[in-house]
């Protein structure tokens, strides 16, 4: 292993850095993208392929203070009735500009609380989406689901509408943590909302949980992942609690005295790796662990992984489109975001166009860049072979770019004649190292911290 010491002589413990779900990052998105082109864009989608479909539902019945995540709370279902009229309608216009026989292999809700949606209207939203575009063969159907916030009548609801793939958030199961980020979610309501998912036939588990949480311990971190544990998901999301009260005022409420310094926070992540790597899930990426048998371990062994806005993915689309307020959808040529306020959203569809807000044109070296970034997240190294066989850029100075990254890095990277690789014991500095290949101003925002 590295010595702290080096790691922070190198500036793990400050540096503030992307998580890199996208490239360029949201920050630098801009108004060079709007309705019209983002209509071109799906018109241009080719007949008979396959896309994902992100569905962002942003109302959540309580506000958890750690979540900085763009969602909106309500007691009553006006107006998510509401919002579910404006997604059938967005619906409806993806529809119509859709090529002939478009169809899906990744559709996902998320939020915000999707599950906080009534079980009419979760039948409602499923065949207005699938009138749209419908599920391809063994396509996966995932839902967010809140263990507080679903019964019976509504997962009844979803696995009638095709749903075999689920996701929970942990986050941590010690009672004082809980408190202190305003999440109360015992391991009772956790179990028994898993035993009711599984018993409708619905088998595949995804689970996130955050480390660098107040009053974290090593003891406490380890008690949640074996409760966890317990519970036997296929995926494991462990990520970092990213602390930043001056966007997300909510976490004002959060004492940031309680919070573990970085070398604290490498300690806790550490602590989780080697618990699940100990009950033989693989190691996806920076922040993921999958059982053997899971699409994510399979194609990472088969070159294939990759990284969207959901984090690791092995949806091999090209296209991704999001529906719903704040969505960003992916194209082969940029990326398009929607209005992220919900009265503009809805202003907009009502009116009978897209809310495309903002977005990015590749141009550039964008698209090498992106995929040079995506290799190391995914796979901890770049194939010399494939980016000078797939992208415009000579062996020189594709050569140069490693060196430079490498001396940036103390020669902790390997360089060899196959390309670029991070050793194991140097895979914490991994976004810093994809930093390196960002040629966008990072000072233009604010990022997460690199551990």
Known sequence: ????????????????????????????????????????????????????????????????????????????????????????????????????GVHLSRLHWGGGTPTLLNPDLMRDLARSIFDAVPLGHEAEFSVEIDPNEIDPARLDALAEAGMNRASIGVQDFDDEIQKTIGRIQGYDVTRDAVEMIRARGIYSLNADILYGLPHQTRARMTESVQKLLSLNPDRVALYGY????????????????????????LDLFDTARRLFMWDNYAEIGIDHFATQDDGLTRALKAGKLRRNFQGYTDDQADVLIGVGASSISRFPQGYAQNAPATSAHTGAIRAGRFSTARGHLFKGQDVLRARLIEALMCDFRIDRAEILRDHEISADELDQMFRSANEAFDGLLRVTSDGLFIPQEARALTRMVARVFDAYDLSKAGHSSAI
């Open 1 to 100: 292993m590295i010595a702290k010491s080096q790691l922070a002589r190198l500036g793990l413990f400050d540096a503030k850095v992307p998580r890199y779900t996208s490239y360029p990052t949201a920050p630098h998105f801009s108004n060079d993208v709007g309705p019209d082109r983002f209509g071109d864009w799906i018109s241009g989608i080719t007949p008979g392929s396959a896309i994902s479909l992100y569905v962002h539902v942003p109302f959540c019945r309580r506000l958890c203070w750690f979540c900085a995540c763009r969602t909106q709370g309500t007691q009553t279902d006006n107006p998510v009735i509401a919002y579910v009229d404006t997604l059938k309608a967005e619906l409806a216009l993806l529809g119509e500009r859709l090529p002939e």
């Open 242 to 265: 990213a602390h930043v009260p001056w966007m997300a005022k909510r976490q004002q409420l959060i004492p940031s005295d309680a919070l573990p310094t970085p070398e604290q926070r």
